[in-house]
């Protein structure tokens, strides 16, 4: 072979070896997307092992969403605070800053991302950097690069080094032509935004690069988050969100959506709590690589009745922008999610009532009821 490519074929061989816990072969090997390492054609990767007294090592890509930066604050008081890495292609604000390590990381570079994985010893990785989706379909170009192009460097490198990797999926992989109420884990999905589709694509992947290469994939279809310390970041169910920051604020809102609009809904704790406990579950539990969870499903209008109940004057009209509603109307209305309850036990602690007492608590209600008395 041409000299560049012996010096490459050699390096990744060397690269491969027993030092970074990773096994060699002397079979014919091919190269994984942007990688310019070979892989053996067979290789079945796995998990890298660590005992049941020592930590995972964590990496979270696209760290400064909406759920990153709870995520790495959920997972540090699990693991440890230096044991969970925060990454983004932007500057994080002081106070996350100080909060663990948090470093740069640009998942459309494989060079740097891989660099991140052996520098630091990651043995799990969860992949949030993605466009959602109303502002995927804003701009289709960036979001194709980032949802489709981004998760490819993420897979060739969680195989490389035998990363136990998370992707989150969404309701929004679902379309109008699938079963509504409620959608099961194993349907028709036909969605409908570039979002949705780079979801399915990302679902598809996961499963085959675990069948073909052993990959510890892991994936769960999310309904709306719901957070009360994060801004909205461009999803159609951004409404349950930014809801209380005006109901908060000046004690009325304006909805995008219909008002008879119903979509599966979750507060982001129970979020959380289920990323780790399909993490953790065993391997053998798990009969699938995706699975649905849900928590509650319910409309604007019945969102908003239960804000009045904590503050009273608050008032809500309807401005409906067409185009999300047009994404919302091919979403389930709710997810069947039976297969996580049996397989590993998913439960949700979080309704709509104890949702909106949780976020207008979260937000001083109870301050801005008595100024208004």
């Given at each position: 072979m041409p000299a560049v490519r012996m010096l490459q074929h050699v390096v990744g061989q060397l690269l491969l070896g027993p030092g970074c816990g990773c096994r060699t072969s002397a079979l014919p090997a091919r190269s994984l997307g942007a990688s310019p390492w070979q892989i053996p054609a067979n290789a079945n990767f796995h998990s890298a092992s660590f005992?049941?007294?020592?930590?995972?090592?964590?990496?979270?890509?696209?760290?400064?969403?909406?759920?990153?930066?709870?995520?790495?604050?959920?997972?540090?008081?699990?693991?440890?605070?230096?044991?969970?890495?925060?990454?983004?292609?932007?500057?994080?604000?002081?106070?996350?800053?100080q909060s663990g390590p948090c470093i740069y990381s640009d998942i459309l570079d494989y060079k740097n991302l891989r660099e991140i994985v052996v520098n630091n010893g990651i043995t799990w990785l969860?992949?949030?950097?993605?466009?959602?989706?109303?502002?995927?379909?804003?701009?289709?170009?960036?979001?194709?690069?980032?949802?489709?192009?981004?998760?490819?460097?993420?897979?060739?490198?969680?195989?490389?080094?035998?990363?136990?990797?998370?992707?989150?999926?969404?309701?929004?992989?679902?379309?109008?032509?699938?079963?509504?109420?409620?959608?099961?884990?194993?349907?028709?999905?036909?969605p409908r935004t570039i979002y949705g589709?780079?979801?399915?694509?990302?679902?598809?992947?996961?499963?085959?690069?675990?069948?073909?290469?052993?990959?510890?994939?892991?994936?769960?279809?999310?309904?709306?988050?719901?957070?009360?310390?994060?801004?909205?970041?461009?999803?159609?169910?951004?409404?349950?969100?930014?809801?209380f920051h005006d109901a908060v604020k000046n004690g009325k809102f304006e909805c995008n959506l219909k008002p008879s609009t119903r979509l599966p809904m979750m507060y982001i704790d129970d979020c959380l709590r289920a990323t780790l406990e399909v993490m953790e579950a065993p391997a053998e539990s798990l009969s699938m690589r995706t699975y649905n969870i849900n928590a509650m499903s319910f409309t604007p209008e019945e969102l908003a009745q239960e804000v009045h109940k904590h503050i009273p004057e608050f008032q809500i009209t309807y401005n409906v922008d067409s185009a999300r509603q047009a994404i919302a109307d091919g979403w389930p209305v709710s997810l069947d999610d039976s297969n996580a309850r049996k397989d590993w036990k998913w439960k949700h602690d979080f309704d709509l009532p104890e949702l909106v007492t949780t976020m207008l608590n979260f937000h001083g209600s109870d301050t801005r009821i008595a100024q208004a008395n």
């Open positions: 005992s049941e007294t020592d930590q995972p090592r964590v990496l979270i890509t696209g760290g400064l969403g909406q759920l990153g930066v709870g995520l790495a604050n959920f997972l540090r008081k699990r693991f440890g605070k230096d044991n969970v890495i925060l990454s983004d292609i932007r500057k994080p604000p002081d106070h996350i800053f969860f992949h949030y950097s993605a466009l959602l989706s109303a502002v995927g379909e804003a701009n289709v170009s960036l979001a194709k690069a980032v949802n489709i192009t981004g998760l490819h460097n993420v897979l060739d490198v969680a195989v490389e080094h035998g990363l136990r990797l998370f992707v989150p999926s969404t309701i929004g992989a679902f379309g109008p032509t699938s079963p509504q109420d409620p959608t099961p884990d194993l349907c028709v999905q036909r589709v780079s979801k399915v694509h990302a679902e598809l992947m996961g499963e085959y690069y675990h069948y073909r290469y052993g990959l510890d994939f892991r994936c769960l279809r999310y309904p709306g988050i719901i957070s009360a310390d994060s801004q909205p970041g461009g999803g159609t169910t951004d409404y349950a969100v930014q809801i």
